[in-house]
């Protein structure tokens, strides 16, 4: 019997991967943390079957502590009776609170078998939404950037939790980085996509920020079909097939 970490991606439930699924719907005892995280496993399993896990939102260790023995204690108890599936939005390894409670089962309950299956994060998904091409030889940071801070690196950055858009924004700028925000992506009705910060003034925890220097020097090898000698010969070589 395992205990599985299934990722389910970025908030649509069309985005979990099949084996997530087959796993999922295979589980005899399915718990989420969160509402969405509930929601999206909805769509797979009754929701009514899904089982809760508490997890604060807190900077207090011995709250925080309390709470993950707690949810190790209940996920290692249900794993006696059978397969157990711990669900996340998406990558259970990428910025997830189950990161937490693999740790703590690990180490409190050790008998316990854990594999993570992976999902759809952010972190990649981000550049779908946003039209966005990671090109190959890029240098990219992922970060938190929480209560506007803008931490700054390489050319490109992706950063988690941006809940001052606004603060974040202005440093990125003097920095040198033109600066796009993403809420809530691929979640049903609720995604967002701006430049402009003064639209995301909630702070909700899913906002992400995509930053690049500005002025890249980019060289790409498909250049040459935008000139106009290279459209003309495509159009003789069309021509003669």
């Known amino acids: 019997m395992t205990v599985y970490g299934i990722g389910l991606g970025p908030g649509d439930a069309g ?3 099949l084996e997530g699924k087959r796993l999922l719907e295979a589980a005899d005892t399915v718990y989420a943390s969160g509402d969405r995280s509930r929601s999206v496993a909805g769509e797979h399993v009754p929701e009514s079957t899904i089982e809760a896990l508490s997890f604060p939102m807190t900077d207090d260790d011995d709250r925080l502590r309390r709470a993950w023995r707690t949810a190790a204690r209940r996920v290692a108890e249900a794993n006696r009776d059978g397969d ?4 996340t939005l998406g990558d259970p390894n ?3 609170t189950f990161g937490h409670l693999r740790r703590t089962l690990e180490a409190l309950h050790p008998d316990v078998e854990i594999e993570v299956i992976p999902g759809v994060s952010a972190a990649t998904a981000f550049a779908s939404a946003l039209g966005v091409e990671i090109e190959a ?3 990219i940071a992922l970060r938190e950037a929480i209560d506007g801070a803008a931490p700054v690196g390489p050319d490109r950055l992706v950063l988690f939790k941006v809940t001052d858009a606004a603060a974040t924004a202005e440093k990125l700028d003097e920095a040198g980085y033109d ?5 809530q992506l691929f979640m049903e009705d609720e995604t967002v996509m701006t430049d402009d910060p003064d639209e995301l003034t909630d702070g909700e925890y899913f906002t992400l920020a995509y930053a690049e220097k500005r002025d890249l020097d980019r060289e790409f090898r498909t250049e040459v079909f935008r000139t106009e000698e290279s459209r003309t010969e495509e159009t003789r070589t069309e021509g003669d097939r």
């Open 84 to 87: 157990v599936a711990v669900v």
């Open 15 to 17: 985005l979990l991967t």
């Open 137 to 139: 030889g890029s240098g």
């Open 94 to 96: 990428v910025y997830s």
């Open 179 to 183: 600066v796009r925000f993403g809420r």
